[in-house]
């Protein structure tokens, strides 16, 4: 009771620490700006970092969970994202427009894309930047577990295994163990 008590005080100080920043990024509709904040709050040390990092994305990002908890060196690179309650994201992943369901357990490193098609070419072959590419939302599932290293490019069904420095560029349904470069099925929920 005493440390759910202190938790949320110390969420409450939190978000009164973080609030002029987020507005200064129009609550995540300045993307420049939010890039900026997004990025310095993910070099902050420690719990108080946690903290502080969960608290800004609580107000920038679409939907964040205060219950969540965002490790040293990762961050969103697109507020339009959604955090669902206890997600656990460890250190040095970057996020991007994603929707990472409750329960969800992401290891270090990985790496959530906002799709296959960012960057397209011309007629002549030249790459394009990010601003003319197609961004897709990614969802990964509840209850799922992305291991270390993992690049995640397509949707992630629920109560599903990700193996760590696994490639995911097809949908992988629910319930199912993908490894891999592609990734690919190994085990579903009913042994298939």
């Known amino acids: 009771m005493i440390r759910r008590l202190l938790k949320r ?3 409450g100080i939190c978000l009164m620490v973080v609030w002029p920043t987020a507005l200064l990024t129009a609550f995540g ?9 997004a990025t310095a709050y993910a070099l902050l040390p420690g719990l108080p970092g946690d903290y502080l990092r969960i608290a800004f994305y609580n107000l920038t990002l679409i939907e964040c969970s205060l219950s969540s908890r965002i490790q040293f060196g990762s961050f969103f690179a697109h507020p339009q994202a959604k955090v669902e309650p206890r997600v656990y994201i460890g250190s040095y992943c970057v996020l991007g427009k994603a929707t990472i369901g409750e329960n969800t357990q992401i290891a270090s490193g990985v790496q959530i894309l906002s799709g296959r098609h960012q960057h397209s070419r011309d007629e002549s072959g030249q790459i394009s930047g990010s601003d003319r590419g197609a961004f897709t939302e990614i969802t990964i599932g509840h209850d799922c577990w992305i291991g270390g290293g993992a690049l995640v490019m397509a949707d992630v069904g629920d109560g599903t295994t990700i193996g760590a420095g696994s490639v995911v560029s097809r949908a992988i349904p629910p319930g199912s163990v993908a490894v891999g470069n592609p990734a690919r099925v190994i085990r579903t929920a009913a042994g298939a």
Not at 29 to 37: C, D, H, L, N, Q
């Open 29 to 37: 509709r300045w993307e420049s700006a939010y890039g900026f904040f």
């Open 9 to 11: 005080t110390l969420l």
